[in-house]
C-alpha cells in the first residue's frame, strides 16, 4: 500500500515513488521529504497556458466566473527518462476541424534531437537526447552543470537527469574531478559549490 | 527443379507467367498477377513478392505485359487511395514540436479540493501556439579566441543561437558571459580597449584577404621610370583594395623593369603583409600590348610566408 500522495492523471510526471508502510521506518526522513516534495509540486505549464488572475469575464454573458485552471494531459513515455526532454512530452488528444466533422484522434509528438553535451565536473561528452526546450533551459542556466544541478526535479522530470545530478554531486563531494590539475580542479570546486550536499544525504 | 515448382499452389493454377533463367534482371520487387481475365473486372488479384522467397523474376509476353501494367497501376492507384484515406482519419502526419495546445470546449466548474471531471469533449484540443516555429533571439557570448568573421578573443558578440550551440560553445572558441568567465578574461579585455591600433575581425580577415592577392602593376614601356609608392597605390585601386602611400612599403632595390616584386603594406600600423606583384609593359600603340603570360589569378592565391 503506497503511503505517498499519488499523481493525478492530468500532473503525471516520467517517474513517481512509492514504498509501503513496512519499509517506511528504514528510509532515511530526508529521502521521503524529497520524495513527498517531488509528489506534491505543481509541473511546469510547458504545453498550455494557464490563465492568469482568480477570475475573468464571460466575454458571451459578460459576468464575472472564476479561473480554475485544468491542465492538459501529458503522456510521459519510458523514453522520456533516457533522454532530457526539459518537461515536453506526448499529447494524446482529439482534433475536430469544423462543428459538422467527427472529431478524430491526435497525437502531438515532442521534437527530439540527439546533441552533444558536455559535463565540465564529470569531464564527459554525454550524447543525449534533448528537445529544443532544454537547449534554451542550458543557456538560460549558463551551462549543462548548472542546468542540471540548478533545475528542480519536478521540472528536470527525467531519471537520466537525476543519475547524473548524483555523479556531479558525488564527484564534487568527493574532490574526484581533475585529479591532475589542481587549479582546475579548484576553479570547478568553487564555480559549483553553492550546490553541493553532505555526503550524508547520498546514503 | 522448374521455378513452376516453387510457386504456391493457389496461385500456379492460374497464373500464367513466363519464367526466365535464374540470372534473371536486377529487380528484386515483382508482381504477380492471378488470372488475367479476371483484370478488367477488379484490380485486387496483384501480388508483391520478394524473389528470394518465392520464385524468380518473370519477363512477361508483350500482350501480357501490357495488361500487367495496367493491373499494377490500378492496383497502386487503389493502394494510394486507401493510404490517403488512412492518413486524413487517422491523422498519422505528426507535428513535432513544443506545441501549445488549448481546450475547445473548456472544463466545467468544480469544488475546490476536489478533482475536475473530465468528459471526452474536454480532450478535443485546438492548438495555440507552436513554440519551435518562432524565431530563437540571438545569445551574447564571450568569445575565447579569434573567429573570422565573428570577434577576437575576450569580445561579447551576440551570435545566432545555433552557430553558439553548433560551433562556438563545443569548440571552445565561446563561452557564457558569466562573471566568472569575465573575471577570467579580464586582463585581455582591459588590453583589447587600451590598444587603440588593435585588430578587428574585419582588419584580420583584410589582412588574410590581401595576402592571398597578386597584383597586376602595369607601367609605361614607352618612357623611362622608376617604381614608386604612387605607382603602387594607383596598381592597388586598380585591384579595387585603397591604401594610403604611408603604409606601402617598396622594395630596397630600384626596380626600373618589368618584374615580380614583393610590397608590403602596415594594416592599422600593427601588421605588415607581403603582396605580391608582376610589373610589365603598356604602350601607347594598344596593338602593342601583351599581357605577360601564366598570370597567378588575382586573388585568393597562396598566402607568402614571412
Redesign the interface.
Known sequence: MSHLPRF?K?KSAAYSYVWSRDVEHLLPQHYKDRCIKFMTREPPA????PISGRWKIDPKSGQR??V?N?P??VIYPEESNKGLWGG?GI??????KKPQTR??????????QKR?L?SEILDKWFAITV???T??QI?EA??FDHYILKTDERDLNSKLAMDMKREMLLTLVRGTMYSDDTDKKQKIHN?YKEYMIPVSMFR | MTPHAQIPAAFSSRTRLFCQSKNAPFCTWRLIINGFNNLRRSSSNCYFYHYKRRFYPVQLKPQTMQSALIASRRASASLLEAASACVSCLHLTQTRNTVIVERKYPVNLHNKGSHPRLKAKNYIYKVVDYKNSRPVPNIDCLLTDYVEGIGVAGEIVNVKRRLFRNRLYPAGLAVYPTEEALEDMAEIREAMKAEDNRLSQYAKMTVRQLAGLHMRIPMSGDNLWVLNKTHIRVALRKMGVEVKEDCITLPTEPVTEPQEVEIGLSINNAVDVKVRGTIYHIFKDRSRNVLPENLPKVWKNPPVDN
Open positions: 493525478s492530468l510547458v504545453h498550455w497556458q466566473i472564476p480554475q485544468v492538459i494531459r515536453e499529447i494524446q488528444g482529439l482534433l475536430k472529431r478524430l484522434p491526435k497525437l502531438w509528438m515532442p521534437y527530439l552533444a558536455y528537445t529544443l526546450r537547449l534554451d543557456d549558463n551551462g564555480r
